[in-house]
Nanobody, 125 residues
Framework: VQLQASGGGLVQAGGALRLSCAAS????????IGWFRQAPGKEREGVSF??????SSYYADSVKGRFTISRAKNTVYLQMNSLKPEDTAVYYC?????????????????????WGQGTQVTVSS
């Protein structure tokens, strides 16, 4: 199982980016997917989570109303609007086990088996 996150970059505060999480070698549709981020000196934190069919989604309070998670075919997206400097971090996508549903612990990094390599998001003020 390989995941690859992409779409990061440098953007001014108030701007937008769309991150993508692509899968290779397996069917992403069998997996729920979480997005996480890690800022320098901080722990990795859960940002958003989507069910394998895309019918349920969850967000951290810090991004509710600004970020939207979605999925299509073999890619999961994270649309990030109204970006703030505090959103600056490396963003990772991750998957728990196949067909595993973890809505109550979706933000717990220990629940995930597979991780992408991360993509840097930098928001300037």
């Amino acid at each position: 199982v390989q995941l690859q996150a992409s779409g990061g970059g440098l953007v001014q505060a108030g701007g937008a980016l769309r991150l993508s999480c692509a899968a290779s070698g397996f069917t992403l549709g069998y997996y729920a997917i979480g997005w996480f981020r890690q800022a320098p000196g901080k722990e990795r934190e859960g940002v958003s989570f989507i069910s394998s069919r895309g019918t349920s989604s969850y967000y951290a309070d810090s991004v509710k109303g600004r970020f939207t998670i979605s999925r299509a075919k073999n890619t999961v997206y994270l649309q990030m609007n109204s970006l703030k400097p505090e959103d600056t971090a490396v963003y990772y996508c991750a998957a728990p086990g196949e067909r595993q549903w973890i809505p109550n612990v979706w933000a717990d990094v220990d629940e995930y088996h597979y991780w992408g390599q991360g993509t840097q998001v930098t928001v300037s003020s």
